[in-house]
Each structure stands twice: as structure tokens, then as C-alpha cells.
């Protein structure tokens, strides 16, 4: 009997080892390093006053959905700022971008690769090492603390990698395409509108998700040229959630879980296009 | 002409604005009112020589990006090599690897205080729950953790990325060079050592170019998680230039420090972007 079950015994363990079950659980362990502060924050926010007093790992008594009243009267204002600003900075800056890096990905002249060079060097400047004159900048166009000086900001600083991925998109796409179209008579206008946006509108899906994400999650720019609810960005809002409530994280939590919402449905319903975006903008194929 | 757009906005917006800073970073400017005088390269003598908080500053940043990239990469390569071995549900784990990312810094700074209280957090909980209580932390509140704590963060919010690259670089490696080495007798262990993972240079430095980027300008997750302190121990450039310029309102100083991050990002990234661009016409 004791036999039989060692043998039992160690033909688990033979199959948990050729099953590879030991890879699922260093997988599930390091899931709950990325899930466990995710957890935190959704808990916490269903939580009630009393209840935080548990610690944030104690589930939540029920979906209390106070906290989220509370939080949503004072980022709502600010939500739809950043909606506001990052849809109009995504489509202008994908725009401009997917003009400049059809260019650049078609035509040789004289400069052109220095002309990217110049540009995609603009990704990796530091804002920190242009704040300073932006915001003086803003404050001489007459649009600091309005969101327009957002929408300005973000698509400019937008454009180096939006440049950088449309060329790569447009350098995958044959040119025989393009000739064909030029010996029926289209002109340069013709065959950007007629062939290439039609044949890049998947670009587009892939650049503008990455761009969105890129700038709904912006906090510097928002914290240095908007005060108050007019014209702050959500992230702005969340922040200042903590410093006014004295330890209320469930306001807090349920704001800041809010305020991500947006994204978060993209990853999960977008994975794809966000992948392709993010190896575009790292490894170039 | 098409390109138009972009180039204005670029030349404003970076060089037109570099220029700018660079001629404020050598005045005395110290606010809205008036321009400031000339006066050569004071800011920097001051900044270089006589600023212990900018030199407490350097070495953190530098300290962190070391922490951070120097766990992200491998940790990066590991998870890939696990998702790469064929099991059901790795798209599921892919997903969870890579949702940190999906939060701003504000929300990811937001739950990890939670995570980090000492007394209430998650962390320093779940330690006496699973009766470890003795291992419980001050983390983020005491100056010798604060650095570390941090580059927790940045490791939780990007090794999912690190992790995407690589798994499309051993997903890139040609099925022939895998299966001769196989036909040879190699073991899964010898596949990933001697053929996969030196194929992975290129995924490595521009995935290093990346990181250096975030982890050199990151701003929002240290001032809002501590701000810099206890006293000066988690101060990073980032951050000592904005309390800088817009605490103590020392905007030329302040624009000092913003080139002096300028020239550092680009002689440390230089040697990287010449690489990538090596490694691409190869």
C-alpha cells in the first residue's frame, strides 16, 4: 500500500517535471508581482472609510461605490480635458508624422537622412532640458493654463516618433505601388491621399494607440503649464487627490483606477496594435 | 512641402528651445519679471563644484538607472525564454507581464505607496500575514531603502516590455539553426545559451537605449512617491530641477541643470544609437 503510493508519489512528480509545471509556477509567481499592486488598487477602491483601517490585501466587503462618487466629482473636469487633449495631440501629431515620414521613406534629396536624424533626435531630449523656455513660450502665445498649450506641446514632442514609425511603416510597403500610380497621372498629393493613407490606415491604428497612451499617461507637462480643474489633465487631478483628504486612499485608489480605465481597455482589447507599436518603436522591422 | 510641419515644430520645440535654455543657463534670471544678467558659466561652476544636493542627485540617478536596467534586462530575457517554451496561456501571461506598463507613473506612484506603508502597506502586510513579519520593511520611508524601493517600481513597470522585445527576438531566431543544434544533441539548456541568447544583442541594445531614456527623465513616480527624501536620498536630477526652478524660482540654475541632464543623456546614449544603427545595416 505504502509502496504503491510512492510510486504514485513520484510519477506526479515525473510528469509535474516533464509537464513543465514547475515553469507555470515561477510564471504565476512573478503574475503575482505584477498583479498584486493592481489588486491593491482596485480593493482599496471598493472599499468604505472604516473598512481601510484592514490593509489593502483584506478583500473588500462589497462593490461600495462611494469612494468613486467622491472621486469622480473632482476629476471629472479634468477627464475630459485629457480626453479632449489626447485625441486632438494623437490625431495631429500622427498626421504630421506619417506626412514627414512618407517623405522621408520615398524620397532621397540632399539631407534627408540628416533631416531624420535631426528629427528623431528630438525623442530623446529630456523634457526637463526644454521645460523652461516652453513654458515661457506658452505664456507669450497668451494659452498657458489652457489646454490648447497641451495639445500644442504634446504633438510637437510627438512628432520624432511618430516620424520614426511611419517611415518604418512606409519603407515596408512596395514601391511598384507608387510607380504605377505616378505613370497613370497621379501627382505627389494624389498618391499620398489615394495610395498611401488607405494603404497606412493600419499604421495609423498603431501609431495613434501608441501615441494616446503616451499622452494620456502625461503628468510633467500638465503639472507645469495648466493650475486648476479647467485646464489640468486627469494625471494632475489624481495626484492632487492625496494631498487634500487625510489618508483617504479608497478616493484616491478609486481616482486613480478611474483615470486609467482608458488604457487599460486598449491593452486588453488592443494588445496587438500596442505590441506592434512597441516593437516598432524599439526593435525597427 | 510635407515635411513643413514637422520640421517647424521640431526645430522649435527641441532646438530653437535648447538654444534658449542654454543662453538662460547662462544668465542670473530668477523669474518672471526681467531677463537676467550675463554672467558666463557661474551656474555651472556653482552646479559642478560647490552644489552637494546636485552631486547627491547625479549619483542617484545614475545609481537607479543601474539598479533598474541591470535587473529589468535579465529579468526581461528570463520571462521570455519561460514564455518561449511552448506552454498554453503564455499570450494570457504576456498580457499580465505587460499591464504595469499600461498605467501612468501618477497611478503606478499611487499604488505602490499603498504597497510601500509601513504600517498598513501590502507588502510589509501579506510579510505578517505569512508570518515573515520580521522582514517587514520601511521601504520607501527610510533613506538607505528609498533608492531601492524605487527601482522596484521601474523594474515592475517595464520588465514587461523588456520581456515583448525579447520574446520577438528568440521568436526571430531561424527554426533551421534551433533544429540543427537540436539534430546535433542539444539540450534546451544549450539551445538557449550557446544559439538563442547571443542572437539577442540587438534586442538588448535597443532595449537598453529605451530604458536609459525612461530611467534618466522619469520625474513623476519619485516626486510623488517621496518627493526626494527622506532628506536627499532618493533626489534625482529630474527632480532637483523642477524644485529648483519652480520652488525656489532659480530659473537660470535650474536651466542649467536641464542642459547639464541634456549632454549626459546624450553621451550616454550616443555610443547606444550608434550601435543600434550598426547593428541595423548589418
Redesign the interface.
Known amino acids: 500500500m505504502r509502496a504503491l503510493k510512492r510510486r504514485k508519489m513520484t510519477s506526479f512528480i515525473k510528469r509535474l517535471v516533464r509537464r ?1 509545471y514547475y ?2 509556477i ?2 504565476l509567481g ?2 503575482v ?6 489588486y ?2 482596485i480593493n ?1 477602491s471598493f472599499k468604505t472609510a472604516p473598512e ?2 484592514y ?3 483584506q478583500l473588500a466587503k462589497g462593490f461600495n461605490l462611494s469612494a468613486y462618487g467622491e472621486a469622480f466629482q473632482r476629476i471629472k473636469q479634468p477627464y475630459v480635458n485629457s480626453a479632449i487633449m489626447a485625441v486632438s495631440a494623437t490625431l495631429l501629431s500622427s498626421f ?2 506619417a ?2 515620414g ?3 521613406s520615398r524620397y532621397r534629396f540632399r539631407g534627408s537622412s540628416i ?1 531624420f536624424f ?2 528623431i ?2 525623442f ?11 513654458v ?2 506658452m ?1 507669450m502665445l497668451g494659452i498657458y493654463n489652457t489646454y490648447f498649450a497641451l495639445i500644442l ?1 504634446h ?3 510627438g ?2 516618433i511618430t ?1 520614426l514609425l511611419f517611415k518604418h511603416y512606409f519603407d515596408a510597403i512596395p514601391t511598384a505601388l507608387v510607380e504605377s500610380a505616378q505613370i497613370d497621372g497621379c501627382s505627389v498629393i494624389g498618391v ?1 491621399t489615394k495610395i498611401m493613407l488607405p494603404l497606412a490606415l493600419p499604421g495609423f491604428a498603431v501609431v495613434g494607440i501608441f501615441q494616446f ?1 503616451n499622452i ?5 507637462y500638465g503639472l ?1 503649464l495648466t493650475q486648476g480643474v479647467a485646464s489640468q489633465p486627469v ?2 487631478a ?2 492632487n487627490l ?1 494631498g487634500t483628504t487625510v489618508a483617504a ?1 479608497n478616493v ?2 478609486a481616482g ?2 478611474m ?2 480605465i482608458p ?2 481597455v ?3 482589447f488592443f ?1 496587438r496594435l ?2 506592434k507599436g ?2 516598432m ?5 | 512641402m510635407f515635411l513643413l510641419p514637422a520640421i517647424i515644430l521640431v526645430a522649435v520645440f527641441v532646438y530653437v528651445f535648447l538654444g534658449w535654455n542654454l543662453w538662460l543657463s547662462l544668465t542670473d534670471w530668477k523669474g518672471l519679471g526681467g531677463t537676467g544678467e550675463f554672467v558666463g558659466l557661474k551656474n555651472y561652476i556653482k552646479m559642478l563644484t560647490h552644489d552637494r544636493i546636485f552631486m547627491i542627485s547625479l549619483k542617484n540617478t545614475l545609481v537607479l538607472s543601474g539598479i533598474f536596467i541591470g535587473v529589468t534586462i535579465p529579468l526581461g530575457l528570463f520571462n521570455a525564454i519561460l514564455l518561449d517554451m511552448g506552454l498554453r496561456g503564455r499570450r494570457l501571461f504576456r498580457l499580465i507581464y505587460l499591464l504595469p506598463l499600461s498605467f501612468s507613473f501618477v497611478v503606478s506612484a499611487t499604488m505602490w505607496l499603498w504597497m510601500y506603508a509601513p504600517e498598513s502597506g501590502a507588502i510589509n502586510t501579506l510579510l505578517r500575514m505569512i508570518g515573515l513579519g520580521s522582514l517587514a520593511q520601511p521601504w520607501i520611508t527610510a533613506s538607505s531603502q528609498s533608492i531601492l524601493s524605487l527601482a522596484i517600481v521601474y523594474i515592475w513597470q517595464f520588465s514587461g516590455f523588456a520581456t515583448l522585445v525579447y520574446y520577438a527576438g528568440i521568436a526571430a531566431v531561424p527554426q533551421q539553426l534551433i533544429e540543427a543544434a537540436l539534430v546535433d544533441g542539444a539540450s534546451t539548456f544549450r539551445k538557449y545559451m550557446s544559439i538563442i541568447i547571443p542572437l539577442q544583442r540587438q534586442a538588448t541594445v535597443t532595449t537598453v537605449v529605451l530604458l536609459l531614456m525612461y530611467s534618466l527623465r522619469v520625474f513623476d513616480l519619485v516626486w510623488l512617491t517621496t518627493g526626494g527624501g527622506p532628506g536627499y536620498s532618493s533626489q534625482i536630477l529630474s527632480t532637483y530641477m523642477w524644485r529648483v526652478t519652480f520652488n525656489r524660482n532659480q530659473f537660470a540654475y535650474g536651466a542649467a541643470i536641464g542642459i547639464f541632464m541634456f549632454l549626459l543623456s546624450m553621451v550616454i546614449l550616443i555610443p547606444f544609437l550608434v550601435a543600434v544603427r550598426r547593428g541595423e545595416e548589418a
Open positions: 513543465k515553469i507555470y515561477i510564471l512573478l503574475s508581482f505584477y498583479l498584486l499592486p493592481i491593491a488598487m482599496t481601510l483601517a490593509g489593502p490585501i504630421i508624422g506626412m514627414a512618407y517623405v522621408l533631416v535631426l528629427i533626435i528630438g530623446y531630449v529630456a523634457p526637463q532640458s526644454i521645460l523652461i523656455p516652453l515661457r513660450f505664456g506641446t504633438t510637437a514632442y512628432v520624432p516620424t499620398f497612451t494620456w499617461n502625461d503628468y510633467l507645469t494625471t494632475v489624481v495626484a492625496k486612499w484616491h485608489m486613480a483606477f483615470s486609467s488604457v487599460l486598449i491593452y486588453l494588445l500596442i505590441v512597441l516593437l518603436g524599439s526593435v525597427k522591422e
